[in-house]
């Protein structure tokens, strides 16, 4: 049995698709930064190969030999001091590089991980997106790079008959990160310094696992040149701070900021950012990106044709506060103002569900 190749492999996504594809029984070659952290690896029987996607010669040889491909490596980034080198180049030129790769070795099929963002975002709760639709106006320099990168991989799929399908995930919360990706980056928040305004607007809330179900679901029955959304559960900004709130004990946001004052307190933030060169918490592109629309999608086209489901937003909230509490992520003082649902008691498993 050749190998199956996980690009960005101790990713969220990526270490959780790792051990999804061990329960399966396969063969599983993990490509992650020479400089990347293998925590989340630890105790899988998977081949690491130490390798950057920008790097061509690297990408030749981790692909080199396997039968399939999940690329899940990206920069997942809101914010850089430099975001052409960090969030767009790996977007795009690496992705390039790793199917260019698959090409060259002859893989079987490829599924690429894209996101919903690059479908644009609702204004209205009441016209969720699908697959049909596309973004004109990307604000953030992460869903510019994963627009391009996406065009990327369907040209080359087109132009060298490549089997690609892309799944387009929503909100990604769950367990088993062992540091927070921009979307966990909010609950954690939310833990350890509380959240006094909410805005407008609203995700599809899915959990890691049924990502990396999904990816598997749609690498196994997917139709090449296909799009997929996985997403879960659509839920407001609002909703998703009461669940944490339900489920922490502590205080939800009871004020909602106009989304025009929440760009120029935006602006202010960033120029503290330029002044003292740390990451704004907000910046305008993501009030611009986000603020105001609804990250709502239809998953239906994925649930009739690979047999996704997910689970409820509640669900996922509950097993990502508990991860996020049972692994050290929330600070000693504030950890004695929680009061766990009872619910946290046993809410993930170490190993897939």
Partial sequence: MKPTLVTGANGHVGNNLCRQLL?????????????????????LDVEIVRGD??????????????????????????WSRDPERDIIQPSVAGTRNVLEAAVHAGVEKVLYTSTTGTMGLPTSPDHPYDETHFNTEPHTYYVRGKIAAEQEAFAIAKRTGLPLTSIHPGFILG??????????????QFLNQGTPIYFEGGFGVVDVDDVARGAILALEKGR????????????????????????????????????PVLRVVAGVLELGARLTGARPLIDRSQVDEFAGKYGYFDSTKAQRELGYTYLSARDTVRRTIAWLLDRGFV????????????????AYAEGAS
């Fill in 23 to 43: 329960a399966r029984g396969e063969r599983v070659r993990a490509m992650i930064r020479a400089s990347a952290d293998p925590a989340p690896l630890a105790g």
């Fill in 53 to 78: 996607i920008m790097d061509p010669a690297a990408t030749a040889r981790a692909v080199e030999g396997c039968g399939r491909l999940y690329h899940t490596a990206a920069g997942f980034l809101m």
């Fill in 175 to 188: 367990p088993r990160f062992w540091k927070p990706s921009e979307s966990v980056r909010q609950v954690e």
């Fill in 224 to 259: 090449p040149g296909e799009r997929y959304i996985v997403s879960g559960e659509n839920v407001t900004v609002k909703g998703l701070f009461d669940l944490m709130a339900e489920l922490t004990g502590l205080r939800a946001p009871a004020v909602k900021l106009p989304v």
């Fill in 331 to 346: 600070s000693e003082r504030r950890r004695r103002l929680v009061h766990p649902h009872p619910s946290l008691q046993g």
